[in-house]
């Protein structure tokens, strides 16, 4: 993500911003992860999606190896766990103040 202080201007070629894009277009994966992975602003890499949708950029040339896109697969695994924990626990809490809502209905 962006950081606070001097700006960091680097010039990237080609074949980075076709891996980029290739990598934040599995499924599965999320631009802000690359990005962050990457060292780079979503935007930027937003930006280099739409380069290559608009022909600015070729990605033909762009290879992904098999470990970088099981990495980031490995990387997605906690996070949807966690939202899944976080639905479960939602659900749960729900079902609690349901039950003590009843609970006081019926004793009074």
């Not at 990605?59 to 992904?64: I, Q, R, T, V």
């Amino acid at each position: 993500m962006a950081r606070a202080g001097p700006r960091k201007i680097a010039r990237y070629g080609d074949r980075f911003k076709a891996t980029a894009v290739k990598l934040s277009s599995l499924p599965g994966v999320l631009i802000k992860d690359v990005a962050e992975a990457l060292d780079i602003h979503p935007f930027m890499l937003s930006l280099w999606r739409k380069q290559v949708r608009d022909g600015v950029i070729v990605a033909k040339g762009a290879k992904l190896e098999v470990q970088t896109v099981a990495e980031l697969r490995r990387l997605r695994e906690p996070e949807r766990r966690n939202k899944l924990q976080e639905e479960e626990n939602e659900v749960l809490r729900k079902s609690i103040r349901l039950a003590s809502e009843r609970r006081r209905r019926t004793s009074s």
